[in-house]
């Protein structure tokens, strides 16, 4: 009896501990995004387009064959995301096309709300993520590895992460994030952007140099 009814209570506490916190699981088959800007229905995603008014296309995007929007120097990347595919509204999911020269950083960055999933098309590209010790700051850890073409390699949700194509041509992945919504965090940008709220002194003083280089620092992301 006993055995029985700490069994109860260990499956109570087990349901009771799981958090459902991100992109809503759909509600019904499909939940198309409206583009009325007028809109002023705001829900944990986008509201829905009547289903009568729902065709084939907002369900497919296309262009893929190639990266064309600008991110950092030498890198471009093309997005399948709720913007270009209204029906992926509530279904969790965003994928993006990106293209590296040879030398290209993809500077550290987060994604707060997507674990991300990427394939190497081409290329070589060394490609890593830091995990979080919880008990001690110095005892963070680096897992980094180079990439070739036909590899796949995880990110975990919300670390820090980066990448620099090392290979000789340029390099192409395909990443694909379990959010519609993942959040593109990077951080030298959010540290160090000429109109970012943080001080001078809170850098110099986090990051244990002079202000000067702060201020050599911050003139490069103006
Ligand atoms: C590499 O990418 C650049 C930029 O898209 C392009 O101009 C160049 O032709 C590509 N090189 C090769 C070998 O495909
Ligand atoms: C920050 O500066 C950029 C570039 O000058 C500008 O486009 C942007 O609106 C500014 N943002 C704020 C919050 O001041």
Known sequence: MAFHLSITL?????????????????????????????????????????PKLVTSDDFFTSGLNTAKTPTFAGSTFSAASINEIPGLNTLGLTLIRNDFEPDTVTPPHIHPRATELALIL???????FVTTDPSDRTKNRVYAK???????????????????????????????????????NFVPDSLFRSNSSISDDVLSK???????????????FS
Not at 206 to 220: E, H, T
């Open 10 to 50: 260990a499956i109570v506490a087990f349901a009771l501990s799981s958090a459902y916190a991100y992109d809503p699981s759909p509600l019904q088959d499909f939940c198309v995004a409206s583009n009325d800007p007028k809109a002023t229905i705001f829900v944990n995603g986008r509201v829905c387009k009547d």
């Open 122 to 128: 081409e290329g070589s590209l060394y490609f890593g």
């Open 146 to 184: 180079t990439y070739n073409a036909g590899d796949v390699f995880v990110i975990p949700q919300g670390l820090i992460h980066f990448g620099l194509n090392v290979g000789s041509g340029n390099a192409t992945t395909i990443a694909i994030f379990n959010s519609q919504s993942p959040g593109f």
């Open 206 to 220: 986090s990051f244990r140099v002079d202000k000067k280089v702060i201020k050599q620092i911050r003139s490069q």
